[in-house]
């Protein structure tokens, strides 16, 4: 048995792509995963289910949003000892401690090549810092994202890959989730 995490890139957002959360947890349980927990509205959820590769998982889930709620979007699953792994090689502690509202993790479809963290940090024209490993990735915005010329856009550019974002403060609450 394997505990999951489950991001939904750009759901409930104003009225983009509005889904119920509670209708996702029983998606997610008619899926034939269980204790399906979901955080915010923004698309996060923490369930079990048998051991399978999160690429699986994905797909699995991205298909049954689409058949039963007409939402293509995509899903960005890891398990809870990846998500683990997130929280501790943070590499911002500062900011996660003082300013964790402006800290963003990143959760990338595909792992990046070895030159796309230079390429995005040459794209950065304002005080924002960004680093990444494997499929996971760290911004700060210290002026916060509304302001920045750091898009999504520009991000999944750089990097040659989809991507989907949670402040610190959510990383953190479904680490504990994840883990309980």
Do not use: C
């Not at 899903?75 to 501790?88: D, G, K, P």
């Amino acid at each position: 048995m394997s505990r999951y995490v489950a991001l939904l890139r750009a759901v409930n957002l104003v009225k983009h792509q509005r889904i119920e959360m509670a209708a996702v947890r029983t998606m997610v349980t008619e899926l034939g995963f269980s204790n399906a927990q979901t955080l915010l509205a923004s698309g996060n959820i923490v369930f079990e289910g048998a051991r399978e590769s999160t690429d699986r998982v994905e797909k699995k889930l991205e298909e049954a949003l689409d058949r039963r709620f007409a939402i293509a979007t995509e899903v960005f699953v890891r398990t809870s000892i990846e998500w683990a792994e997130i929280v501790t090689r943070n590499p911002f502690g500062r900011e996660a401690r003082n300013d964790p509202g402006h800290l963003l993790m990143l959760a990338l479809k595909g792992e990046p090549d070895d030159s796309a963290w230079a390429r995005l940090s040459d794209a950065i024209s304002g005080p924002e810092l960004a680093r990444g490993w494997g499929r996971h990735g760290y911004i700060v915005y210290p002026r916060g994202v509304g302001t920045s010329r750091l898009t999504s856009s520009i991000i999944e550019t750089r990097l040659g890959t989809r991507a989907t974002a949670r402040n610190w403060n959510t990383v953190l609450k479904l680490a504990t989730l994840s883990s309980s």
